[in-house]
């Protein structure tokens, strides 16, 4: 029975292939809140189509539920089966999605053309390949097996017809037999041993699928996210933003000067989350967008420094808006190997402008 069509069972593979990274998300320990100094966990939401979606809430919510009613929602607030406590925490829970997307930001502003995160990032990807190729050495060892007990069964086949032939005595055979048989016995025992672990045995077909959703979209996000949390402390969630501390020693070894001037004064990297983007709304562009949208396109090479001079924002909040002008397709990065990356403008800035609230 044929069930799934080839993108869902390229998905299906996907997920697997993920696995082979770590059992549990990148992210686990990493996230912190910042209203209550819980640790943020996981949760998965799986969607009536089969995807699923990680959401990442505070422990002590998740526990307890929230503290005070939501002046936001007191719809909900008011339904008998939110819960509330002196112990909880009104912080909000975010989408993996979010928290990828800003990682993801970081990466792109801050470690694009950095060698060793390219590197950190290929060697995670080859380790999902040689996680591959380790079931395809297992095969070749039961392959072995095999042949060494068909090959036993073929002695003891011979030193039976000796026997009839009277070759050897009936003592001499039984000996034999009985040494043959104990090795017979300790390959049969290696091999159930090994044929145990089912699912691991693959046919070639499988190997290759494996290593092709090894190199996936998916799995390449996750690799550069794995190889970015390299340099990551925690990532602090309060209700408006994200604060992210790094590893000193890591942004030091790599000198990565762009990101340390950034950590200079404040030692965090401040991401303001949207009302909107709690909402998962999108939203359209302001008069400040305006001004940095235009700016890039008379200038492909123009600098985040230039655009916070220009504007008189922060560089933070210059790349959060930029962040949205990306997500909401107006522009990107080309980046041509051997050369400083650049913008590109792919549409127009639309007429109806809506004041955006950058924070
Ligand atoms: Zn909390």
């Not at 048989?181 to 499988?206: C, I, N």
């Not at 990532?235 to 604060?243: K, L, P």
């Not at 000193?248 to 909107?276: F, G, P």
């Not at 210059?318 to 400083?340: A, D, M, S």
Request: net charge negative; charged share 35%.
């Amino acid at each position: 029975m044929h069930i799934l069509d080839e993108r869902s069972f390229k998905r299906v593979e996907s997920v697997k292939t993920r696995d082979y990274f770590k059992n549990c998300s990148v992210l686990s320990g990493k996230i912190i809140c910042g209203e209550c100094g819980s640790v943020y966990t996981r949760q998965v939401r799986k969607l009536s189509g089969g995807d699923r979606i990680y959401d990442w809430m505070c422990a002590r919510y998740r526990e307890f539920g929230r503290k005070t009613p939501n002046q936001y929602k007191p719809w909900v607030s008011n339904r008998t089966s939110v819960r509330f406590s002196e112990e909880g925490c009104d912080n909000i829970t975010i989408k993996q999605e979010t928290v990828y997307k800003v990682l993801n930001d970081i990466k792109c502003e801050y470690f694009g053309s950095d060698n060793q995160l390219i590197g950190d990032t290929i060697g995670l990807l080859k380790e999902s390949i040689e996680r591959c190729k380790k079931d395809d050495t297992m095969q070749k060892e039961i392959e072995n097996i095999e042949y060494e007990i068909e090959r036993l069964n073929e002695t003891i086949r011979n030193l039976t017809e000796n026997m009839l032939d009277g070759v050897i005595s009936k003592e001499t055979y039984k000996d034999m037999v009985k040494r043959y048989e104990e090795e017979r016995m300790e390959w049969d025992s290696q091999l159930s041993g090994m044929k145990g672990k089912g699912d691991k045995v693959k046919t070639l077909e499988d190997r290759i699928r494996d290593i092709e959703a090894a190199l996936n979209e998916e799995t390449l996000e996750e690799a550069t996210i794995s190889s970015i949390l390299e340099y990551i402390d925690k990532i602090y969630v309060y209700t408006d933003r994200f604060e992210i501390t790094f590893h000193m020693d890591k942004v030091l070894s790599v000198e990565n000067h762009e990101l340390l001037k950034e950590l200079e004064s404040s030692s965090r990297l401040v991401y303001m989350i949207a009302k909107e983007d709690m909402k998962y709304k999108r939203n359209a562009l302001d008069k400040t967008n305006e001004i940095i949208y235009n700016a890039i396109k008379e200038n492909s090479k123009i600098q985040i420094q230039e655009l916070a001079e220009l504007t008189g924002l922060s560089r933070t909040t210059i790349h959060f808006r930029i962040q949205r002008f990306k997500e909401l397709g107006y522009l990107g990065h080309r980046t041509e190997p051997g050369r400083k990356k650049e913008w590109e403008i792919y549409r127009e800035l639309d007429s109806g402008i809506e004041r955006v609230d950058a924070g």
